[in-house]
């Protein structure tokens, strides 16, 4: 298994070119369920949660293929309706191909995606909101069996949380329902931005994209021609290596990035000292003479992400005095405080709400991940703690950051992948 051993107390300079967001590809790929032509994708990240939904896609029957940097979906020969366990068990995201699946063949089997570290990640919004739709839902030995065999039929619909993927999926199914779909209490994420605006260019008719009410007007089970698109950049790999400018207190610039889309983010890192500068498509992190503490709650967009959690909690044992930190989305998103712990972090967790005392030396040792977001917070880490230290169990890191090792390589960082 792959491990990345890293030295710490680097100063970072240069420039990292931001990947296509992780999330948002997801949903757009399971859209593509809903065309009758080929799909060509750009700006699709290296990663391997793309790879696993790919490898779905194409055990249904579709045909996926690479040319040059893009991606050509087709899946005018889908024949399959069956999300098997093997591959969900790997990426619940995997649940994204319910909604057009169901609404394109009035039938489906998922399986059940189950939780993760981070938390339970029930499903049940979506579920209730399918059958709202006309959807018959039964579970049997783990597996979702949806189906709709009059097609769905567009109606009120209202979340009782917000759910990314939830809203994903529920746009997605209600794109080919008979009907008008509304969605209250809609994710305003950019990667749910993305998915209504690329179907609206492709002839359905959404209102209220980026609000919390959606209106979407179904096609009555007709498939639609997709337009080609680029990925957006990804938020969270932004984030991420801001924080690694701002916890090595380098002047760092981000390229191929949407600020618009880091609104929370920054203020945070403004709020802790540290001076931004962006253009349309780039953002600079300058240092700062000292790290102030801060206080973070975890919410939905475009609030402070959860996703960004993690690493602000490494940032906050560099800063000098208390950062509290409450998450609030996921109920086991604390997994990265006892490695930090390990590394010589003064942390203490009172159920959702950790206390940062800084500031504390981190000194390097063997650490582990143990999902995406809290391996990249032992990798901040890892840059400022004395010594060298070796991060296991990368392939978390791998699901989401698109060469990371040679990203950081790039700005002076002394990292290597190894392999034990
Ligand atoms: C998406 O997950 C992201 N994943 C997550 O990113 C992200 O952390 C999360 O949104 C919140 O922003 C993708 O987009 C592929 P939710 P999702 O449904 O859609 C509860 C990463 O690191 N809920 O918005 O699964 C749920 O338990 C990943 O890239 C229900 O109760 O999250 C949670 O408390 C991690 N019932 C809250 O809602 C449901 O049916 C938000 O979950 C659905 C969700």
Known sequence: MDYLQLKGSQSLSGEIKISGAKNASLPLIAMTILAKNNVKISNLPHVADINTLLKL??????????????????????????ATYDIVKTMRASILVLGPLLARFGKCEVSLPGGCAIGQRPVDLHLKALEQ???????????????????????????????????????????????????????????????????????????????????????????????????????????????????????????????SHLGSVLAKLEEMGFSIESTKDTITIHPTSE?????????????????????????????????????????????????????GADISLNGHTATINGKSNLSATDVMATDLRASSALILAALVADGTTDVHRIYHLDRGYDSLDKKLQNVGVDIVRLSE
Not at 181 to 207: D, F, H, M, Y
């Open 57 to 82: 896609l194409s055990n249904l029957g579709a045909s996926c293929e690479k040319t040059n940097d893009d991606m050509l979906i087709d899946t005018s020969k889908l024949h399959e309706t069956k």
């Open 133 to 259: 739709m006309g959807a018959n839902i039964e579970i049997k030995s783990g597996y979702i069996e949806a189906t709709a065999s009059n097609g769905l039929k567009g109606c009120d619909i209202i979340f009782d949380k917000i759910t990314v993927t939830g809203t994903a999926n529920i746009v997605m199914a209600a794109a080919l329902a008979s009907g008008v779909t509304t969605i209250t209490n809609a994710a305003r994420e950019p990667e749910v931005v993305q998915l209504c605006e690329i179907l609206n260019e492709s002839g359905i008719n959404i209102k209220g994209i980026g609000t919390a009410i959606l209106t979407i007007v179904g096609t009555d089970r007709k498939l639609i021609d997709i337009v080609g698109f680029s990925v957006i950049p990804d938020r969270i790999e932004a984030g991420t290596y801001l924080c690694a400018g701002a916890i090595t207190n380098s002047k760092l610039t981000i390229t191929n990035t949407n600020p």
């Open 291 to 343: 790290i102030k503490p801060v206080r973070i709650i975890t919410q939905e967009y475009p609030a402070f992400p959860t996703d960004m959690q993690a690493q602000f909690m490494a940032l906050a044992t560099q800063a000098n005095g208390v950062s509290i930190i409450e998450e609030r989305l996921f109920e086991n998103r604390f997994m990265h405080v006892s490695e930090l712990q390990r590394m």
